[in-house]
């Protein structure tokens, strides 16, 4: 196959396959580590601004990184959100509008496949002669284009920049030095073999596999796991790489979607005020978005003396029209915002991105609207999660994994909707539970066994189709078991 239809690349405003010369072109010694490629982005954590993972543009919005950046293994929830990292491209510091994780990345499995997600910019970057996205490989089942590269990225343990020549090994070849890893590799990962004694590599290491194709430079892979040691000379040791042919139509469909949406950027306007209970605030009515893909670009209001919007804890949306949320990174507006309310405004779609900007919230809101459905996955990110409260809405159903992803959970309000069953599952890692009103709903089924819920004080059950019941009994852990007996008996 001719080498210019090996390429793919992605234009800035519109997604189409491009030519050799629009990506993957670098004129100097590449080789050298003390060059600059002009595709090559560090994530950095927005505290420290110390440098996480190296990541590759393949596009003017999206960059490449391992999954396990975000998300390492054996940790229940990813650690980085786009209200605590950002990338530097260049001289340039870029925010986050999302991250996406490849669904198949597993942290509670010792496998690495999967391990890819894209960084959504915010906002493009502008192309230069220094600013350019790497190219792709086209959509296969894996098979390199060649068996020998360049790995190149960043040494985070002392910063330094890495430049190394390598040879790709069949997978049986690498792990005979290391049976133990097998487990680490899937098919859609290849092994590497360092050349050369003086490996510049540590644990800390994250980069990209390249190769060279008619003098335009691809990435065939990224860097999951390393065996190599810095200062350690065994050149039998070798790399894990994901190999991103496998990923193309994955990462295709991302980079579409993203540049394919219009988006409408607002002002919010707020009224800034303390609440009844103290806490300082941003209360928004009559706001009105009638479609998806708005996103609060500024804020505006008059504060209180000596305060900011870096001492809101809370913000508001009432009394509106708001059948969509608009796409809100509290990290960067109001960096501790704790409860976030949405009522009466008519609010019918929500989904995980709404809230995948605000790592600290405790409560959510979202009572008396048109909700009729919650994707599983809404409050994945929401780790610090206390109160939800959904009451006087349309709920039928809630998925079982809901609050799956909320460790702290304590209160759970769904009042006047039509819910029927109640899963057993529903609070499997809510351990923290206090209190439970499901009145006026149409629960016929419950399967959640209450007995284990020590903390539990009040649970509302009435007006339901198998059981009408309720507690609020401060003192005896004895009305659970009463309460929980009712419902084997009916609701069963």
């Known amino acids: 196959m001719a080498a210019h239809k090996m390429l793919l690349c992605v234009l800035m405003s519109l997604f189409v396959l491009t030519t050799a010369q629009e990506c993957g072109k670098f004129t100097g010694n590449i080789d050298d580590k003390d060059s600059k490629l002009p595709w090559m982005v560090q994530l950095r954590e927005r505290m420290s601004s110390d440098v996480i993972c190296t990541g590759t543009l393949i596009s003017n919005r999206h960059v490449l990184i391992d999954a396990h950046c975000v998300w390492p293994k054996s940790y229940f929830v990813a650690l980085k959100l786009i209200s605590n990292v950002y990338v530097t491209i260049g001289n340039d510091a870029f925010d986050l509008m999302d991250i996406k994780i490849n669904s198949d990345w597993k942290f509670n499995n010792p496998n690495y496949d999967g391990d890819i997600a894209i960084a959504v910019l915010f906002n493009p970057v502008t192309f230069s002669d220094t600013v350019q996205p790497i190219c792709l490989p086209e959509q296969n089942a894996g098979t390199l284009i060649r068996p020998d590269g360049l790995v190149t990225g960043i040494n985070n343990i002392d910063n330094t920049n890495v430049r190394r020549r390598v040879t790709v090994e069949k997978n049986d070849v690498c792990f005979q030095h290391f049976p133990t890893r097998v487990q680490k590799a899937s098919p859609r990962t290849f092994?590497?073999?360092w050349q050369g004694e003086d490996l510049e590599i540590a644990n800390g290491f994250s980069g990209s596999y390249l190769h060279n194709s008619d003098d335009v430079w691809l990435i065939q892979g990224i860097e999951t796991e390393t065996f190599v040691q810095k200062n350690d000379c065994d050149i039998q040791k070798h790399s894990i790489f994901t190999n991103v042919a496998h990923y193309i139509d994955w990462i295709q469909n991302i980079v579409k979607?993203?540049?394919?949406?219009?988006?409408?950027?607002?002002?919010?306007?707020?009224?800034?005020?303390?609440?009844?209970?103290?806490?300082?605030?941003?209360?928004?009515?009559n706001l009105i978005i009638n479609s998806p893909n708005v996103r609060?670009?500024?804020?505006?209001?008059?504060?209180?003396?000596?305060?900011?919007?870096?001492?809101?804890?809370?913000?508001?949306?009432?009394d509106s029209q708001t059948s969509h949320l608009p796409r809100f990174?509290?990290?960067?507006?109001?960096?501790?915002l704790i409860k976030y309310l949405i009522t009466n405004s008519g609010l019918k779609f929500i989904s995980r991105d709404d809230f995948s900007g605000m790592p600290?919230?405790?409560?959510?809101?979202?009572?008396?609207?048109?909700?009729?459905?919650?994707?599983?996955?809404?409050?994945?990110d929401l780790n610090?999660?206390?109160?939800?409260?959904?009451?006087?809405?349309?709920?039928?159903n809630l998925p079982e994994n809901l609050l799956s992803h909320a460790p702290a959970f304590q209160r759970f309000k769904a009042t006047n909707n039509t819910l029927e069953i109640l899963p057993a599952n529903f609070f499997k890692a809510n351990h923290a539970l206090k209190i439970l009103s499901l009145d006026n709903n149409k629960l016929h089924k419950i399967f959640v066994d209450f007995r284990p819920f020590r903390n539990l004080k009040k649970i509302d059950l009435l007006?339901?189709?198998?059981?009408?019941?309720?507690?609020?009994?401060?003192?005896?852990?004895?009305?659970?078991?009463?309460v929980q007996k009712e419902i084997e008996s009916a609701c069963v």
């Not at 609060?296 to 009432?318: C, F, P, Q, R, T």
């Open 384 to 396: 610090e999660l206390v109160d939800l409260y959904i009451e006087n809405n349309q709920f039928k």
């Open 463 to 482: 007006n339901n189709r198998c059981i009408s019941t309720n507690f609020n009994d401060w003192r005896r852990y004895k009305s659970v078991l009463i």
């Open 296 to 318: 609060i670009a500024s804020i505006s209001g008059l504060h209180e003396d000596n305060m900011d919007n870096s001492a809101v804890e809370y913000v508001w949306i009432k």
């Open 329 to 336: 990174d509290a990290g960067i507006f109001f960096p501790h």
């Open 191 to 193: 092994c590497v073999k």
């Open 360 to 380: 600290k919230l405790e409560t959510l809101d979202l009572s008396h609207n048109e909700l009729k459905e919650i994707p599983e996955d809404t409050l994945y």
């Open 257 to 285: 979607r993203d540049t394919e949406q219009v988006w409408k950027d607002i002002e919010l306007k707020c009224t800034f005020k303390r609440n009844f209970e103290g806490l300082y605030g941003c209360e928004v009515e």
